[in-house]
């Protein structure tokens, strides 16, 4: 770009709730390495398209390690949000290291225990849904069913009490939201959060159960193959706050997605053996994912033939990315039975979503489901009205209005 | 068609399990791919192709015989 362009302040401001940005096409067509200006003032480097996005989150030279002393901080505060804590540093970055920490809580999360699950969450969304017509029509399929299922799920994997959902929920938001608490709310928030999980793996092993934390207990520490103790503990911090807002979100996003045009939910009504493809083009189409992935680079490299000196920080927009139609034919549309649909949604590369066979999993079922159960659902509000949640790291509607 | 994987380069997403469960699985002990075919029947190709392009970590190859 040249050096009197206007400088593109990111997150790139959208009024529209399930629309993407105008600037996307324009960047990935002219600039697909673009400077910007995050929240904090710092500036940063955007990439928009697909082979860069893809390239970039697989390549070890584009780190975690948002906490490097000239890494673009990406809220005001100087250590908030969650990407640039300490505690993203404990989980090994790469190498054998981080290898080891992922095979042995990957084994968690395997397409097998998944499906194995599928009847559990089956009925978690069935009980989910008929409260939410007890209470009746219209309601908010957002905090009635996309919220509680995969906090439900989470909670039961790690062994922490579900009645406690209400403090996850909100050290999540203060971890996962860049704008809306300050610093001192982040610190406390964290403290407690910290405190909590503490106590949890402290009773954990007085008392192990057949969650994944006491195996994790059970595995021993790095001397005999396991992790240390304050690996465990973030393990457990990071695994509850990604199995929070993502999917929950996900959910309203992918039912809203849907109906916006009706035409979607009545080919999944007449065919439901396309909830499999219909749920990734809904990952792949979700225009309000969020912030994005941000990389800091450790040594100079090179991107679409521009060289990024060392030190950049670079944000990774896969939902951009997922709109590229050198990637996607008729990327601007969407297409229930496209197949195969390689999105970047969850990432890519060694540090692709640890979670994403369970995500797909909970949006397959909570959409079987649905399917079944109100076929007559709708929007109660026009798309217009449904209203993004701002400052997010995830990108969610603040309530999805239905009826049925 | 011949499939091979590569253990090293696998990170355990679970696609190819959820796509070609015939075909594939996971281990136990720690999520990494295990292939059940290396030369899976015809009626297993489409699906095959479709995982092997969406493998986030490229770690499935296919050789497909003319």
Known sequence: MSVDEQVLSYPIPNDAALEPPAEWARLRDKCPVAHVTLPSGDRATLLTRYQDVKQVLADPRFTRLLNAPDAARLSADEDGGLFSSEMAAIIPDGGEEHQHWRRLVGKWFTAKRMSAMRPQMAQIAEDLIDDMVKRGAPGDLKASLGFPLPVYVICDMLGVPAADRDRFSYWSDTLLNLTRYSKAEVDAAQAEFFQYMSDHLAAKRRQPGEDLLSELIAAGGPEDGGLSEIQILVTGMALLVAGHETTANMIGKMVSMLLADRSRWERLLADPSLIRTAVEETLRFDANAGFGLPRYLKEETEVSGTVLPRGTTVICSMAAANRDESAFDHAEEMDLTRSPNPHLAFGSGSHSCLGQALARTELQVVLEVLLRKLPTLDLAVPVTELERVEGLAVGGLRTVPVRW | ?66
């Open chain 2, 1 to 66: 068609m011949k499939i091979t994987v590569d253990e090293a380069k696998c990170c355990g997403a679970g696609q190819c399990v959820l796509i070609a469960p015939e075909v594939f699985d996971q281990r136990d002990d720690d999520g990494i791919v295990v292939l059940l075919q290396p030369e899976p029947d015809e009626a297993q190709h489409a699906a095959v192709r479709e995982a092997a392009a969406v493998c986030p970590a490229a770690a499935i190859d296919l050789s497909e015989h003319p």
